[in-house]
């Protein structure tokens, strides 16, 4: 009897041992699973900065200066005569002339294209050699103030009145004009600017202002009497070609220096 008992005993011990086992293991095996919420990722906008916003500038591409300086500054010539009364083609002409189609010293650093000097000028000034040393000329902060400033200066000065008798579309009274009231020094100024204008086609601009045609002045011959600087002119090959000399040439142009610049128009004869 005690050995049955023995054994039963025995087996209940093994048989509980082994259900602690498997219950272990069940819980060894059991793994947790957490669930995973993925936030989705926003994207910001990209903003651009002023420096990234295609920037629209007027270009002009040309092989002359003149019509590239033509191109700029047409319609505000325009603009001035509608304004003034001062033809676009005689106000293209001298801009041409007088700042060396932009080029030149004046224009350049005090977008001065009228070579118009200090006089009452109480704003910003350069000093430059002209017709003395070191003389005082305006200075603006815009090339359409210096046409602007152009405009006032013929229309408020009484020695320019008798230009504005004038038909508004006569060009060549106007280039003589300017001459015999004082603007330039230069006896050929006027046939300068006559051969700009009609050269150029500078009349055209009147024609747009006014809605009519212009009458083309006969000055064919101080066409002949010129010449437009071209790359590798010099006043010694100007002379030669057109059978003067380097002074007498640097007499008819008041040049201080045998310097030429390209796109000048230099007077070779003496009509």
């Not at 819980?27 to 900065?49: D, I, L, Q």
């Not at 420096?51 to 700029?72: F, G, M, T």
């Not at 319609?75 to 106000?91: C, F, K, N, V």
């Not at 015999?180 to 601009?205: C, F, N």
Request: proline content about 3%; some cysteine.
């Amino acid at each position: 009897m005690k050995r049955v008992l023995v054994v039963v005993c025995m087996a209940l011990i093994v048989f509980s041992c082994g259900s602690k086992k498997r219950a272990a293991s069940k819980s060894k095996n059991k793994t947790k699973t957490e669930r995973v919420v993925k936030t989705p990722e926003v994207k910001k906008p990209t903003v651009e900065t002023p420096s990234e916003y295609p920037v629209k500038k007027k270009v002009v591409i040309s092989n002359s200066p003149i019509d590239d300086y033509i191109a700029l500054y047409s319609d505000i010539a325009q603009e001035e005569m509608r304004l003034y009364q001062i033809p676009a083609s005689i106000t293209l002409a001298q801009g041409i002339l007088e700042s060396s189609s932009g080029r030149g010293r004046l224009a350049v650093e005090a977008n001065n294209h009228f070579g118009i000097k200090c006089h009452e000028w109480t704003g910003a000034r350069i000093y430059h050699d002209d017709d003395a040393d070191q003389e005082c000329f305006r200075k603006y902060n815009d090339a359409k103030y210096s046409y602007r400033d152009h405009s006032l200066f013929l229309k408020e000065r009484k020695r320019y009145y008798k230009l504005f008798e004038l038909e508004i579309d006569d060009y060549e009274g106007w280039a003589k004009g300017l001459k015999a009231a004082g603007y330039a020094t230069d006896r050929k100024y006027p046939d300068k600017l006559i051969s700009l204008i009609e050269r150029y086609e500078l009349y055209k601009y009147d024609e747009i202002v006014t809605g009519k045609k212009t009458r083309v002045a006969e000055v064919s011959s101080s066409m002949e009497s010129s010449h437009r600087v071209v790359k590798g002119d010099t006043l010694y090959s100007l002379s030669k070609r057109y059978n003067t000399t380097v002074e007498n040439l640097k007499r008819l142009n008041n040049l201080s220096s045998n310097n030429l610049n390209i796109g000048d128009l230099i007077v070779v004869k003496s009509n």
